[in-house]
């Protein structure tokens, strides 16, 4: 018992280490990479609030994968959507008071949930059933869906089936952030839950998953069609140009 709230507590706090950083360091990245072209996706807007609004309707409805293929963005979407729902009702393990909205949403979290799976088992259908993209699928897009897929049916089995205790478990949570360890109950299917997501953490950072935060740094997405109002020069050869 005191052996696996240590090794739990190392887990999380070595996973939020892996998963800060790395984002961080992949974000600055991001934003260093020059972009020498004029490359958005046209028809584009031409002004930066229209970008603006073109990225949200990207990032809220995947207009693109709208266009691109019905299948996908119903599966996509629904996946999004619940794993957001799911998000919000998790707070409630990381704050204390719990916030008013985040109260609000507990009864949709749950749905979010079973959206999350129905979502991911048609996502990941599409890469056994649909030739070309069974074609192109690497190890690695099937293991995050199945990572996915599992920490989702863990979460919804201690949902309906095998129960947890909540108080415990946010106690732990709480804990970590002033270093003072409380006791996580040791029930086997929360402790493949937390495993499974410590893992998702660690491979945040140098995954497929940066599409997160990597979708905002595409030059196609960001910037605005204006090639003839203003002259673009990434920063470097504005450098050169100086010399
Ligand atoms: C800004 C937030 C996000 C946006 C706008 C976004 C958008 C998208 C889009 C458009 C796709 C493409 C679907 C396709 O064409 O195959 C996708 C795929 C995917 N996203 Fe996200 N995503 C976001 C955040 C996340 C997060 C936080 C996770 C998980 C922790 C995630 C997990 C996935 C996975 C696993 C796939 C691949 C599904 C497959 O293999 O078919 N996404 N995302
Ligand atoms: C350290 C982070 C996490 C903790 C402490 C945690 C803990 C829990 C607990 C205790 C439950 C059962 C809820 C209940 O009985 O009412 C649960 C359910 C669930 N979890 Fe997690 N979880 C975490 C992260 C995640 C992540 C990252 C995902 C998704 C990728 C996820 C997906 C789910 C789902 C779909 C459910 C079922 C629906 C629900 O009750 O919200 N969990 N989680």
Same mark, same amino acid.
């Given at each position: 018992?005191?052996?696996?709230?240590?090794?739990?507590?190392? !887990?999380?706090?070595?996973?939020?280490?892996?998963?800060?950083?790395?984002?961080?360091?992949?974000?600055?990245?991001?934003?260093?990479?020059?972009?020498?072209?004029?490359?958005?996706?046209?028809?584009?807007?031409?002004?930066?609030?229209?970008?603006?609004?073109?990225?949200?309707?990207?990032?809220?409805?995947?207009?693109?994968?709208?266009?691109?293929?019905?299948?996908?963005?119903?599966?996509?979407?629904?996946?999004?959507?619940?794993?957001?729902?799911?998000?919000?009702?998790?707070?409630?393990?990381?704050?204390?008071?719990?916030?008013?909205?985040?109260?609000?949403?507990?009864?949709?979290?749950?749905?979010?949930?079973?959206?999350?799976?129905?979502?991911?088992?048609?996502?990941?259908?599409?890469?056994?059933?649909?030739?070309?993209?069974?074609?192109?699928?690497?190890?690695?897009?099937?293991?995050?869906?199945?990572?996915?897929?599992?920490?989702?049916?863990?979460?919804?089995?201690?949902?309906?089936?095998?129960?947890?205790?909540?108080?415990?478990?946010?106690?732990?949570?709480?804990?970590?952030?002033?270093?003072?360890?409380?006791?996580?109950?040791?029930?086997?299917?929360?402790?493949?839950?937390?495993? !499974?997501?410590?893992? !998702?953490?660690?491979?945040?950072?140098?995954?497929?998953?940066?599409?997160?935060?990597?979708?905002?740094?595409?030059?196609?997405?960001?910037?605005?069609?204006?090639?003839?109002?203003?002259?673009?020069?990434?920063?470097?050869?504005?450098?050169?140009?100086?010399?």
């Amino acid at each position: 018992m005191a052996f696996l709230t240590t090794f739990y507590a190392f !887990l999380f706090y070595f996973a939020a280490l892996v998963f800060v950083s790395g984002v961080l360091f992949k974000i600055t990245q991001y934003a260093r990479t020059p972009a020498p072209l004029k490359i958005p996706t046209t028809p584009a807007p031409t002004t930066t609030s229209g970008v603006v609004l073109r990225m949200m309707r990207e990032v809220v409805l995947f207009e693109s994968l709208f266009r691109g293929n019905k299948w996908t963005w119903i599966f996509g979407w629904m996946f999004h959507f619940g794993l957001l729902l799911v998000t919000l009702r998790h707070l409630r393990y990381f704050i204390e008071p719990v916030w008013f909205p985040i109260e609000l949403v507990q009864p949709f979290g749950i749905y979010g949930g079973m959206a999350m799976i129905v979502g991911l088992t048609g996502l990941w259908a599409r890469r056994f059933l649909v030739d070309r993209v069974r074609y192109i699928s690497a190890p690695s897009d099937h293991l995050i869906l199945a990572l996915l897929v599992l920490i989702g049916i863990s979460g919804l089995l201690m949902k309906f089936v095998f129960h947890s205790d909540i108080v415990e478990i946010k106690a732990f949570f709480m804990g970590l952030y002033a270093y003072d360890f409380q006791p996580l109950p040791s029930d086997p299917l929360l402790l493949l839950h937390l495993f !499974l997501v410590a893992l !998702l953490l660690i491979i945040f950072p140098y995954s497929k998953l940066l599409h997160a935060p990597g979708l905002f740094f595409s030059p196609t997405r960001n910037q605005a069609d204006n090639p003839r109002e203003v002259r673009h020069i990434a920063p470097w050869a504005q450098q050169l140009e100086q010399k």
